[in-house]
């Protein structure tokens, strides 16, 4: 009796195509270093020495035969005439950037993760396996885990950054997001639809009997208050987490509408890619979608215009196409945040007084070696709502179909009978058939305290407040570029 069956050597296919693959093949990769996007190349001394009038510098050599030892940094004028070169970004270029290595990683692990679910989605389709376990939807778990992880190292280099501030700023929306979130969790379901207290409620229960027929006392001091109270403190984490991404996705957003101040179409796509987290977050606020939208006043009554399980399946779909088009954005993001370079040598011509040639060259390069991590910064959070959305899907037993169909069945904890292991069961473990039974009736137990709709509150609720964390920190980065920063 095969536990997974064939999901177990798609995965094992699919984790030895994306090892062997890797260096030949990289959606990372490419999606930097196509030649799309171009970088800035810093002055060197001699044409900043040139550009100042200054006469080209004699070898080190040369200098020390005639006692010239001075090595004073060289300053030249800050309204020089400086013109900065271009580079399409080669793979050659991005080996040396901060943190590409984890990048690529990240982004090649989502990429063939979510290849996989598809494959699985499309297999639970067309065979009925439903006692095998669903691998795609773990390699979508482990997705955004990776996410939360890899945003939690960009978090960290802030953190530990003594100048700028950049450690009051994560404390204080960490502080902020506490607080958020203790108002969020205390609203009733009537306003916002999560299903948090049913679904806890359930799983409760079905801990409760499954701990007695193991022979154990249901003796777990874990209330609907301690469990509210840990999704606060995943809530803070992750708005933590997301602070900086956000702001730096509001600058980006600014610089992309410069640079497309003429192509008014590609203006209207950046400004509906910046929108998709205001949608998510009001398509769970029950009286805007339920009793507005899904509900055509008839006289005195009023007729349903869609079932709940069609707008289950469409709030999901919704989900997906928002987050593959702020995905087909990224280039956009990316080169205006490369362009800031030329806009910082800009800035620097309108203002008096001098400047050393280092300055100007680290300025330059310093945005250019952080460009894996700006990118991080944007693909994180679309990578950890996309795989979120397809986790509450699989385990909250939604479809992708637009139809109504009848709800799925928990299996039962009576017909799932699981007997611990004892010394009288020493014969019994020696057979393979035996231990593979009950592996796959100690799943099904599992799998019948842990409920869809206990999946469908938790993993609706997280989504939902990755993108109020979104909407918060970009809004919040808005103001601050365009009011604070221009005074």
């Not at 890899?150 to 802030?158: E, I, P």
């Not at 208050?225 to 840990?230: A, C, E, R, S, W």
């Not at 006289?299 to 399980?309: F, H, I, N, R």
């Amino acid at each position: 009796m095969a536990v997974m069956g064939v999901q177990l050597v798609v995965s094992l296919v699919m984790a030895s195509l994306m090892q062997r693959m890797s260096p030949h093949c990289s959606f990372a990769r490419w999606l930097l270093c196509n030649g799309s996007l171009f970088r800035f190349k810093h002055p060197t001394d001699d044409e900043l020495r040139l550009l100042a009038g200054k006469p080209k510098q004699r070898p080190k050599k040369d200098r020390r035969q005639n006692g010239d030892s001075d090595d004073k940094p060289l300053s030249v004028p800050k309204d020089i005439d400086l013109h900065l070169e271009t580079k399409p970004i080669t793979t050659m270029d991005a080996l040396v950037l901060r943190y590409f290595l984890e990048y690529q990683w990240f982004v090649d692990f989502a990429v063939y993760s979510t290849i996989v679910y598809l494959f699985t989605e499309g297999y639970y389709c067309l065979v009925d396996s439903q006692k095998e376990v669903n691998i795609g939807v773990l390699w979508c778990l482990l997705t955004v885990v990776f996410s939360v992880k890899v945003l939690f190292t960009m978090m960290q280099q802030y953190f530990r950054s003594e100048e700028g501030g950049e450690r009051s700023v994560c404390l204080t929306f960490a502080l902020f997001f506490l607080l958020l979130s203790m108002i969020v969790l205390i609203i009733r379901e009537d306003y916002l639809e999560f299903g948090l207290d049913s679904g806890f409620a359930a799983v409760s229960e079905n801990l409760e009997v499954f701990l007695k027929r193991q022979g154990w006392e249901w003796s777990i001091p874990f209330t609907n208050l301690t469990f509210k109270l840990t999704l606060v403190a995943i809530c803070s984490f992750l708005g933590a987490c997301l602070t900086f991404p956000g702001l730096r996705l509001a600058q980006t957003h600014l610089d992309a509408l410069k640079l497309a101040a003429d192509r008014p179409m590609l203006q209207l796509l950046l400004h509906a890619s910046f929108l998709p987290p205001i949608i998510v977050v009001v398509m769970w606020i029950k009286p805007i979608t339920r009793d507005f939208l899904l509900r055509a006043p008839m006289g005195k009554e009023s007729v349903e215009l869609m079932s709940d399980a069609s707008y289950n399946s469409m709030r999901l779909w919704i989900i997906v196409v928002l987050c593959l088009l702020r995905l087909a954005m990224t280039r956009y993001h990316m080169q205006a945040y490369l362009c800031l370079a030329d806009r910082w040598v800009e800035q620097m011509k309108r203002e008096a007084g001098r400047i050393t040639t280092i300055e100007i060259q680290r300025k330059v390069s310093r945005i250019f070696c952080y460009l894996t991590v700006i990118a991080v910064q944007y693909l994180a959070p679309i990578i950890l709502m996309l795989h979120a959305t397809f986790v509450l899907k699989t385990l909250g037993d939604y479809s992708w179909g637009l139809f109504p169909e009848p709800p799925g069945v928990s299996p039962a904890l009576d017909a799932l009978p699981v007997s611990p292991i004892t010394s009288s069961d020493e014969e019994e473990e020696e057979n393979i058939e035996a231990t593979v039974a009950h592996i796959t009736s100690l799943l099904g137990a599992i799998r019948a305290v842990f409920t869809p709709l206990f999946y469908r509150g938790l993993f609706a609720f997280l989504t939902w407040w990755v993108a109020a964390c979104q909407i918060v920190t970009s809004l919040f980065g808005l103001y601050f570029h365009q009011y604070l920063v221009a005074t």
